[in-house]
């Protein structure tokens, strides 16, 4: 028999009951992808697991990797949970890393990082959250789809960060910034290791915050609400356009903080790249699709996202294979969960005919 | 066609929705399914038509078992459904939504549709203009649609759930005289999903009763009204006389006011509402109650004219200015603009409550249950809203409005409700009215109107006609207005 009412001890059961079938289908996908080009899966287990955790240092870069989709994750557990599609996550993370840019580019070598370090967060998070508010208002006052809108915003960060490139900001033959003074960077808890502790504070606290406006706050409830019934919602007295406002722009605050640590944390390049984002935005959609917006696993989901790419490195490296096997593996893997999902509740739905 | 049901057993978390139902059901009849709301109505038809599945029990078709899994299923064994609210596409065209589930190739063929709903429609006697966008339609075409819709993809038996709720006499009538003919003429098997004992009566040669989710009677038609309220409630019911008015001050002052309604413009209205009136909106669907009732609640702006709220002009006001003014509007959709699915009562109670930033959990949860208990809400705090039966969704939505409020709209408050429930609902709202607060109601049901209004406002084709004293006016010469005719 099954309740309508679920309870949370049932969630975590159907996550486990959908999450471990989809992991071993990927992985057998993943093993005849390597036996049918001659490369032995076992190994390239055994190297991409040492690669990724197999030293304090792996370990660092795994955190520091985890950081920036934990930030867009964390955002997009608020759009998420409004029924707001923020696919243009993306173009604020750019957004965030250029903001982030116009402070750092200008700190000399004696500048006072305790001062740099939250202007450029600040800023980040500006670039990010106006970027958001742009969606936001084409929604709510010209009727634009926010995930149409949020296609169109992307590719015009991607041209307004590839114009500063190659334009007002380039620095040598290449499309980049110099690389920025010390002050500008995120520092370093200990020498040798990735580890920044301004980067984990921001990551941590942006993700706590985000949990309890969900789980405790009145406007979390509201947000739920408009997810499930905008209509509903206004009329039970929930400004609705307000909150898609203000919803976007602190996710685009969010993306925007995710922006700057691709640009300052110790394990970028220290300077504005092409390609920036990386995907990052996405990989956030990925994470709260693949939890189903349930907050508490969203860290978790984002560590083992982050496994990957440093895990493929060493694959690249020492195997020769090329690193977006590890896409193929974190797309093919919330493709098996939300399939697992769907045969799931399919299941339930005839086991409870008979 | 023969529909037997046996043990038909259905639970939503603790409640006994359908407990061991059995009934059997002939073609060429037409039959009832009675019972107040939360009896489980409803809950059955929605497993015979495939939309949700039973716990346990056996839906047999002449004499053969059968299982859905779809509604689309049920249709393709010829068992159609027509929703309290239809299930249609508003953005589409008549046709569209007609054509939207025939069997056919990859492309649609939109002559042939257009063909087969015109003869549909024309056997029915209804008028449907197959170009008309379905959001501009009344309920009751809407319905009529879905009807033609069903037949024409084979329907042998059709359940209508509540169908004269919300359309007018007229179309009541056209409704009935073609239900008749199909079971006379083809041999359909129609069930009727009421509480409405004159539609019973006029329609049906066999009722079955049931409450709280077990059958406890049936009965071969006609038979005394008495005993069939006796079936449904255990005891007859008798009505309270109500409490004389007590008008306060003016509260609300609409002036000259033009409003664009769906079809026509609501033009130079002009009316006054006193604290502690009961002011009911009568008319046919559509004619501009609905339009002037959102206006009032500043969901839509007029186009001339002034509204004063307690001597301040909130014509300009948006909806949460009013609210934050003292006034509610509870809409007739409650599934659609009232209540939100997929929250449950408890997340509804703290979500309406005034408070800070954080939402204290434990007193929402206290609240809850004890509006659950004051307005008698068949529920529990940790129920999700769209569980509940119809009746309990509103008697939700009346325990979420704020306690002190100077004007209260509300669009049909007792659509789909019972007897009982429904007096039970005008209890609360006179409750409200004697603590001086102004209510605006619009309903298809004149009796009620004639019962409760202090005053009435009849509509007409955009005009709108006071009737200041309802006692000293007819039922009769009512329905003159509303049909436009001056008395």
């Known amino acids: 028999m099954t309740t309508l009412i679920r309870t949370s001890t049932n969630r975590v059961a159907n996550l486990f009951v959908t999450l471990l079938p989809a992991l071993f289908v990927v992985l057998v996908l993943i093993g005849m992808i390597l036996s049918s080009i001659d490369k032995d899966p ?21 955190l520091m990797m985890a950081l920036p989709m934990l930030l867009c994750a964390s955002g997009l557990l608020l759009t998420f949970t409004a029924g707001l599609w923020n696919i243009g996550v993306e173009g604020q993370v750019t957004m965030g890393a250029i903001f982030a840019t116009i402070i750092a580019k200008e700190v000399t070598s004696d500048a006072n990082s305790l001062l740099v370090i939250p202007a450029e967060f600040i800023l980040a998070m500006i670039g990010g959250a106006l970027w958001a ?67 984990i504070l921001v990551a941590v606290t942006s993700f706590v915050l985000v949990f309890f406006i969900l789980r ?33 722009m602190l996710c685009g605050a969010l993306a925007g903080l995710a922006g700057a640590l691709l640009v300052l944390s110790p394990i970028a390049r220290g300077r504005l790249l092409t390609g920036v984002s990386g995907g990052v935005g996405f990989l ?45 593996f974190q797309s093919a893997l919330v493709l098996a969960v939300l399939l697992a999902n769907g045969i799931r509740s399919r299941l339930q739905k005839s086991a409870s005919i008979k | 066609m023969r529909v037997e049901l046996e043990h038909i057993t259905k639970t939503f978390g603790k409640l006994r929705a359908n407990d061991d139902i059995s009934m059997t059901l002939e073609g060429g009849q037409i039959y009832a399914i009675l019972g107040e709301n939360g009896a489980g109505k409803s809950t059955l038809m929605k497993i015979l038509s495939g939309y949700q599945p039973a716990d346990s029990g056996r839906i047999l078709l002449d004499g053969k078992e059968v299982a859905f899994e779809t509604p689309a299923d049920a249709l393709a064994y010829g068992i159609g459904m027509l929703h309290q609210d239809p299930l249609d596409v508003p953005v589409l065209t008549v046709l569209e939504n007609f054509a939207l589930g025939r069997r056919e190739g990859l492309l649609p063929n939109r002559r042939a549709a257009r063909a087969a709903l015109a003869d549909h429609a024309n056997r029915l006697g209804f008028l449907l203009n197959p170009d008309a966008y379905v959001d501009g339609l009344t309920i009751g075409e809407r319905q009529q649609l879905e009807i033609v819709r069903l037949l024409s993809l084979g329907a042998r038996v059709l359940i209508l759930d509540e169908p004269t709720t919300g359309i007018s006499a007229e179309q009541k009538d056209t409704l009935f005289k073609s239900l008749k003919r199909l079971v006379a003429d083809e041999g359909l098997t129609v069930i009727l999903v009421s509480h409405k004992l004159e539609d019973v009566e006029a329609l049906c040669s066999h009722v079955y009763v049931l409450r709280q989710g077990k059958v406890v009677g049936q009965q071969a038609m006609p038979c005394s009204t008495d005993r069939l309220v006796a079936l449904m409630f255990g005891q007859s019911i008798e009505r309270t006389p109500r409490p004389p008015i007590e008008r306060g001050p003016l509260v609300l002052s609409v002036q000259n006011l033009s409003i664009p309604g769906r079809r026509l413009v609501v033009r130079n209205l002009n009316l006054d509402v006193h604290a502690g009136e009961v002011i009911g909106l009568a008319g046919l669907d559509g004619s501009g109650q609905n339009a002037f009732l959102r206006a009032c609640a500043g969901l839509q702006p007029p186009t001339e004219g002034r509204i004063v709220l307690v001597g301040q002009d909130v014509t300009r006001c948006g909806y949460h200015e009013m609210v934050r003014r003292g006034v509610a509007y509870a809409p007739a959709g409650r599934l659609e603009e009232g209540l939100v699915a997929g929250l449950t009562l408890t997340e509804h109670f703290a979500l309406a409550m005034p408070g800070g930033a954080w939402v204290n959990w434990k007193a929402a949860q206290q609240q809850a249950e004890k509006r659950i208990a004051h307005y008698n809400i068949r529920g529990r705090p940790e129920s999700l809203i769209q569980t509940l039966s119809g ?49 605006i109601f619009m309903s298809p049901d004149l009796d009620e109107i004639m019962e409760y209004s202090d005053r009435i406002v009849v509509f007409f084709g955009g005009q709108a006609t006071l009737v200041d004293d309802p006692a000293q006016t007819s039922v009769s010469q009512l329905g003159q207005l509303i049909g436009g005719k001056a008395v």
């Open chain 1, 42 to 62: 076992a190994l390239a287990a055994r190297n991409f697991i040492e690669g990724a955790i197999g030293s304090d240092a792996r370990r660092a870069d795994v």
């Open chain 1, 133 to 199: 508010a742009v969606a936001a208002i084409l929604k709510t006052k010209g009727n634009v789809n926010e995930i149409f809108g949020g296609v169109a915003l992307n590719f015009i960060a991607t041209n307004v960060l590839i114009y500063l490139l190659t334009g007002p900001w380039k620095s040598g033959t290449y499309p980049q910034t110099a690389v920025f003074e010390q002050p500008a960077l995120l520092p370093r808890l200990m020498p040798g290791l990735s580890l920044s502790l301004p980067a």
């Open chain 1, 216 to 248: 405790g706050t009145r406007w979390g409830l509201q947000l739920k609400a408009m997810g499930k019934s905008e209509r509903s919602a206004y009329l039970l007295g929930v400004r609705t356009s307000r909150n898609v406002l203000l919803s976007m």
């Open chain 1, 284 to 328: 956030g959609v990925l994470i709260v699709m693949l939890v189903n917006t349930q907050a508490t696993w969203v860290p978790i989901v984002a560590l083992f996202f982050a496994i990957v790419p440093i895990g493929t490195l060493k694959l690249q490296n020492s195997m020769t294979l090329d690193a977006s096997l590890g896409n193929v």
């Open chain 2, 391 to 439: 009746g309990n969704q509103q008697r939700t939505l009346l325990a979420l409005l704020p306690s002190d409020l100077k004007l209260l709209l509300m669009e049909n408050p007792t659509r789909g409700l019972d007897v009982e429930s429904a007096r039970w609902v005008w209890t609360q709202l006179l409750d409200r009215r004697a603590q001086g607060t102004a209510i």
